[in-house]
């Protein structure tokens, strides 16, 4: 059925360089996409959002990048640092009355 | 920085008893949204609510639960008979305009229940 998934379960990477964090949808349908940052304990956390109408939007630090054609997003954090460890999970919206989450990167930054 | 506040951080129920979770919003704030993550599982929607009604709902939010704002601040989630499967965490969100999807939502730290 459809599904929102996640490439890797986990990432590595040295502090200050830059991530990217994939994340596969299967719904054409998708209009409306968010990237969540979770830390151990916490509730998620907003990081940036895309509606289908555009291909990339930048945040601080964070870019999205949305490719419809082969049903893609990604988020880049540049200059990674310790305190952006988190699980990162994608999520989206097709105008239903639902919102579909993907299981989750882990990143880990290593100093 | 105004936050969502959950109470309790951790409830453990028996089984068939009935839980109440409760939320306080951002004060400002105008949607208000339950959603569980069963532990090493994804986050799942259950319900968004706007000016004292359920304006969505998924396929998990049957009839075992209900929302409530029984007042200007609290934002409650109940859960009758729960069962062992209801063992999650709990998050409460809010975001301020009444735009469903396409608005910041805020997520409170969550209440891990615990059916036995």
């Known amino acids: 059925g459809e599904s929102v998934g996640l490439h890797l379960p986990t990432l590595s990477v040295q502090e200050g360089d830059n991530s990217i964090i994939n994340c596969a949808y299967s719904n054409s349908a998708s209009d409306y996409f968010i990237w969540y940052k979770q830390e151990s304990g916490k509730g998620p956390q907003f990081i940036i959002d895309i509606r289908s109408n555009m291909d990339k939007r930048q945040g601080q630090r964070v870019t999205v990048l949305l490719n419809k054609t082969v049903k893609h997003l990604s988020l880049q954090i540049a200059a990674t640092q310790p305190g952006d460890s988190a699980v990162y999970f994608c999520?989206?919206?097709?105008?239903?009355?639902?919102?579909?989450f993907g299981a989750g990167t882990r990143l880990t930054v290593k100093p | 920085e105004p936050e969502v506040t959950q109470t309790p951080s951790h409830q453990v129920t028996q089984m068939g008893q009935e839980v109440i979770l409760r939320c306080v919003p951002i004060?400002?704030?105008?949607?208000f949204y339950w959603y569980r993550q069963i532990l090493g599982q994804k986050v799942e929607f259950l319900v968004s609510f706007y000016n004292n009604e359920i304006s969505e709902k998924s396929e998990i939010f049957d009839d075992q639960f209900s929302v409530e704002r029984p007042d200007g601040s609290n934002f409650t989630l109940k859960i009758r008979s729960t069962k062992l499967e209801d063992s999650a965490m709990y998050f409460c969100a809010s975001s301020e305009f009444a735009g469903g999807w396409g608005y910041e939502q805020y997520f409170g730290p969550g209440t891990r229940l615990t059916v036995t």
């Open positions: 004060s400002n704030h105008l949607y």
């Open positions: 999520a989206e919206n097709s105008g239903d009355n639902d919102m579909r």
